[in-house]
């Protein structure tokens, strides 16, 4: 069974995170076929926005699959490196993306929907970043992301606390464009690809271009803060709190932070 499903409808490519059992976590093979994804509809011509999905109704996305990690295993396969986490979240692409968030989208979940340009939730769905609670630090784009796409104040809470809200907070804070019943999500994400499918392409992809300062497959005011994000990741997981972190949580303990 493939870890990432592809789907198109008219001029709309449907990617679908395909683990639900693992409530649809990255491993190396989710990363290579959403990152394969993305390729595939920035080449082809006839793709002219995209949505992300996840499998099941209870997550769209858990983040990185931990067991696979305590395997051993990469998340990133070799030569998808640059793509970063997911094979996504440095891996902008000129065509629209839009998450349709079916579930929880918590840690790397929520880090693909910062990556996205638009988003429509289920009512269900939550969103957070709680790697501080875990001794670790959001360094797949959201340190970076959060504070610039909702209020300062608020980022800052979700980023310091690890606190998760739900679907109507993340609307009313601008994280997600739409908030719907649980089971409209995919069908209510596809209809605003649609919409925009249905505008002139290369308009629709020069706006998003400049609006976001791609150029050369990636942002370039992201540039310097993605190099202090990647400084403070190694910081921060080389720590004996980053090792702490998920001990205590798989001993269902309160963990026992010494600061170094």
Same mark, same amino acid.
């Given at each position: 069974?493939?870890?990432?499903?592809? #789907?198109? $409808? &008219?001029?709309v490519l449907v990617i679908t995170l395909n683990r639900p059992e693992a409530r649809n976590a990255v491993n190396g093979e989710l990363t290579q076929g959403l990152g394969d994804a993305l390729e595939l509809a920035h080449t082809d011509i006839e793709i002219r926005a995209v949505v992300?999905? &996840?499998a099941g109704d209870q997550s769209f996305c858990a983040g990185a699959d931990l067991k696979a990690i305590s395997r051993g295993e990469s998340l990133n396969p070799v030569g998808t490196e640059a793509w970063g986490f997911a094979g996504m979240v440095q891996h902008p692409? =000129?065509? %629209?993306v839009i998450a349709a968030v079916n579930g929880t989208a918590l840690g790397g979940g929520t880090e693909l929907v910062l990556a996205s340009d638009l988003a429509v939730a =289920? +009512?269900?769905?939550? @969103? &957070?970043? %709680?790697?501080v609670k875990r001794g670790l630090i959001a360094a797949a784009g959201g340190v970076i992301r959060l504070p610039a796409q909702i209020p300062q104040k608020v980022a800052m809470h979700l980023l310091l606390t690890g606190d998760p809200i739900d679907a109507a907070t993340a609307l009313r804070w601008g994280l997600v464009n739409e908030v719907? %019943?649980?089971g409209q999500v995919l069908s209510a994400a596809v209809a605003l690809a649609q919409k925009i499918a249905a505008n002139a392409p290369l308009s629709v992809q020069g706006s998003k271009q400049v609006?976001?300062?791609?150029? $050369?497959? =990636?942002?370039?005011? #992201?540039? $310097? =803060?993605?190099? +202090?994000? $990647?400084?403070?990741? /190694?910081?921060? @997981?080389?720590s004996e709190d980053a /090792?702490? &972190? %998920?001990?205590? @949580?798989a001993e269902k303990r309160e963990p026992q932070w010494k600061g170094r």
């Open positions: 069974m493939s870890a990432v499903l592809t #789907e198109r $409808d &008219g001029h992300l999905t &996840g692409i =000129a065509k %629209p =289920a +009512d269900t769905a939550r @969103f &957070g970043l %709680p790697e719907v %019943p649980a609006a976001l300062g791609l150029r $050369d497959g =990636a942002i370039a005011s #992201e540039k $310097d =803060a993605w190099a +202090d994000s $990647d400084a403070a990741m /190694m910081r921060v @997981f080389s /090792m702490e &972190g %998920p001990i205590a @949580f």
